[in-house]
């Protein structure tokens, strides 16, 4: 995840977290709300962290999360992140700021969104169509040439989301799955540099290009008389 204060990547340890607020006693949901400081900046943060409970034996009230599946800042409140870039076409922009939007509400909504994206990007934009988003990301490293650090983002989109244990993040990238501490906030990442790599870096380097070629025609042409 990612500090709010300082954008920097962070393994977040809680000071302290509250007692578990059930959602589902059959199932043992629920949700505490856990501070701490950052690591980096050593600002506070408080978060909500959602995900299955420990019950004590002797039948007291559960106290702790066993292992935490989601978790959203309360403190700061995070800005959502707009991309306005002209050189990206409307649909995929609005797309991503409807993930980047719902982020801090639904991370599971976010991570759908962002997955749907990104195979939609790689089928239209680029012509990869295979029966499921592992295949199409592994043909878009192989053919696409991208540059190194992309490559590697877009791959851990795969292990981080652990596509062998959902398989419904793979096969039917939009549903709205239980998602890791910090998948849909690397999907958001991943997509920026994404749509930068498809859309912005040609825009801007085919209009260098006719900036030259404007004045290498001048300079053929010579001083006119």
């Not at 950052?38 to 106290?63: A, F, K, N, Q, V």
């Not at 990238?173 to 920026?192: C, R």
């Amino acid at each position: 995840m990612k500090c709010l204060n300082c954008r920097t990547a962070i393994r977040f340890e809680p000071d302290g977290e509250s007692w578990v607020y059930v959602t589902d006693a059959e199932k043992k949901l629920g949700f505490t709300v856990a501070y701490g400081l950052c690591p980096e900046c050593s600002h506070l943060l408080i978060l909500r962290r959602e995900g299955r409970y420990w019950e004590p034996d002797d039948g007291s009230e559960p106290t702790a999360l066993m292992a935490p599946t989601e978790q959203s800042f309360i403190f700061p409140s995070a800005p959502a992140r707009f991309i306005e870039a002209p050189e990206i076409p409307d649909i995929y922009r609005q797309t991503f700021n409807e993930a980047s939007a719902v982020l801090q509400i639904s991370p599971k909504a976010s991570a759908a969104i962002s997955r749907r994206l990104l195979q939609d990007i790689l089928r239209s934009h680029f012509g990869i169509t295979r029966p499921n988003l592992s295949l199409e990301i592994e043909e878009f490293i192989r053919t696409c040439n991208a540059p190194p650090y992309l490559i590697e983002a877009i791959d851990t989109i795969r292990q981080i989301g652990n596509f062998a244990a959902h398989p419904s993040k793979d096969q039917m990238t939009g549903s709205v799955v239980d998602v890791e501490p910090g998948e849909a906030e690397w999907a958001l990442d991943t997509l920026e540099a994404f749509l930068d790599f498809a859309f912005i870096q040609p825009a801007l380097l085919a209009r260098r290009k006719a900036s030259l070629d404007k004045k290498l025609s001048a300079i053929r042409r010579g001083p006119s008389t």
